[in-house]
């Protein structure tokens, strides 16, 4: 007779995912786990497999719900420029405001923390670099396209700068950082990219 969950293993999965990226791997204790989830300690180790491949998938689904979302409304916004300004407008309103707050971003806390020690990790993190890169590129693509970029600015490259810099507010707002102070530099650097009369 097949075993019959009496649980939702995604809504599991989900209140795992805000424990590890609240406090990171190394501090979500399977009992912090079990306590979030509901579930005993047979129970997610049956679901998931171990804590590694429990964090793994959680890294994954937040990928997934939210890193994704934000990085094809940035690559299928046709404004250029003002699509890249939204992208960061939205990105620290969500960092310092709301449930999540201080939170920091859990691409980015794995980046910095003890997770990245493991290569399926570092693979997951690499992706989604690649990914965030490729998004901000053909943002950069559409604005030069519509005359609104210094035109000796290397895409590839400044691409690269705009996702550290998604890192950086990611980080900083983890230590506290305003929105205020967050915007002022993000508009800094994005004023430096503004094709010159």
Known sequence: MPDVKHFDPQEALERAERVFWQHGSAAASVQVLTAATGLNRSSLYATFGSKQELYLAALRHYIGTTSHPAFRALAEDERGLPAVRDFFDGLITLRCTGPYAGWGCMVVNAQAGTENADPQVR???????????????????????????????????????????????????????????????????????????
Do not use: I, M, W
Request: glycine share 4%.
């Open 123 to 197: 693979a997951v993190l690499a992706e989604h670099h690649t990914q965030l890169c490729a998004a901000f590129r053909t943002a950069l693509e559409t604005a030069r396209a519509q005359g609104q970029l210094s035109p000796d600015l290397p895409l590839a490259e400044t691409a690269e700068s705009l996702a550290l810099l998604a890192y950086g507010v990611n980080l900083h707002s983890r230590s506290g950082a305003t929105a205020d102070t967050l915007r002022r530099t993000t508009a800094h650097t994005l004023d430096t990219l503004t094709r010159k009369a």
